[in-house]
Structure formats: C-alpha cells, structure tokens
C-alpha cells in the first residue's frame, strides 16, 4: 500500500476489513476462499450489522486484498443485500418554540440572542 500511496488511514482501514473477513469466516486463508465467502460476508454486514458505507470500504478492501496482495482473480462475487442508510430528519424548532425560548432570555444574553 505504501508503493501505490495510499494513505496511512485508509491501510489501516483495509487491514481491519481483511482481518474481520478473515475472522468471520473461522481464521482461513483468504486465498483458500473465494466469491461466494466475500458475497456471504457482505451480505452480514447488510443484513446483520446494517452499516452501509462499512460495507463498500470492505468490499474495496477485500478488492484489493485478493488483486494486488494474493494476486488471484476474485470473479463475479454476485449479487448481495445493500444496506440502507438511515433516513436522519433535522430536528428543528418551531417558530413558537424560538420565541418561547427567546423570551426567557434576560439581561446581557438577551442583547446577544435578540437582533
């Protein structure tokens, strides 16, 4: 990784990946498995961990893990479950609920709070 440049961060990144592949699938050689453990361990983090961008950062990691460092074609690893990311609405107040709040403030605050 240092000779393509990549950044400390994201070989750290990838290292975690690999080691949680590895882990998951009871400590076998990665070149001993092929599509269908990568497709089964994308598919965990889909449906049972529910991380979303974790799982392209793994399978990037798992990417280059077999064409650059075990030199073997991954092939088509099929297709697997996305995660969703979850929908975050803003929490904001009302505009009741500011004059509320802006009508309590007294003294110097009031000066900094009001316009």
């Given at each position: 990784?240092?000779?393509?440049?990549?950044?400390?961060?994201?070989e750290?990144?990838?290292?975690y990946?690999?080691?949680?592949?590895?882990?998951?699938?009871?400590v076998?050689?990665p070149?001993?498995?092929?599509?269908s453990?990568?497709?089964?361990?994308l598919?965990?983090?889909?449906?049972e961990?529910?991380?979303?961008?974790?799982q392209?950062?793994?399978?990037?990691?798992?990417?280059?893990?077999y064409?650059?460092?075990?030199?073997?074609p991954?092939g088509d690893?099929g297709?697997f479950?996305?995660?969703k990311?979850p929908?975050?609405?803003p929490v904001?107040?009302?505009?009741?609920?500011?004059?509320?709040v802006?009508n309590?403030?007294c003294?110097?605050m009031?000066?900094?709070?009001?316009?």
């Amino acid at each position: 990784m240092l000779v393509k440049r990549y950044s400390p961060r994201t070989e750290k990144t990838y290292c975690y990946w690999i080691r949680y592949f590895i882990r998951y699938h009871g400590v076998r050689h990665p070149a001993s498995m092929g599509p269908s453990e990568v497709q089964a361990f994308l598919e965990h983090l889909a449906v049972e961990r529910y991380v979303a961008a974790a799982q392209n950062q793994a399978l990037n990691a798992l990417v280059f893990l077999y064409h650059h460092i075990l030199d073997m074609p991954l092939g088509d690893i099929g297709t697997f479950s996305r995660a969703k990311r979850p929908r975050r609405l803003p929490v904001v107040l009302s505009h009741e609920e500011v004059m509320h709040v802006l009508n309590r403030v007294c003294g110097s605050m009031n000066l900094i709070a009001t316009p």
